[in-house]
């Protein structure tokens, strides 16, 4: 089926993306480890690289809505809903 090729070349492209940035977010907090050792409290370098990690997780946030919406996209008006119902659920179970 059409629908499902595309939906999977979706995720396809999606995790691979996703696990490049989860690679770096790993190097991230490996910096910020690396900047409390030397800095024993929050100073620039510690500041910095939470501000980096800050920046790399919202990046991944925002990838990660553009993926739902991309998804969202190839689906039929009768299979939205569902999804749409599924998202919002995911959403709130996370937020606890």
Request: zero cysteines; a positive charge.
């Amino acid at each position: 089926k059409a629908q499902q090729a595309r939906l999977e070349n979706l995720k396809a492209a999606f995790y691979a993306q996703r696990s490049d940035l989860e690679r770096l977010m790993r190097a991230d907090n490996e910096a910020l480890s690396r900047a409390i050792e030397r800095e024993h409290g929050y100073g620039p370098a510690v500041a910095a690289a939470v501000d980096q990690s800050h920046d790399r997780m919202g990046a991944l946030q925002k990838m990660t809505l553009e993926h739902v919406f991309a998804m969202r996209a190839l689906l039929r008006p009768d299979q939205r809903a569902r999804y749409d119902a599924a998202v919002t659920r995911t959403l709130a179970s996370h937020s606890h």
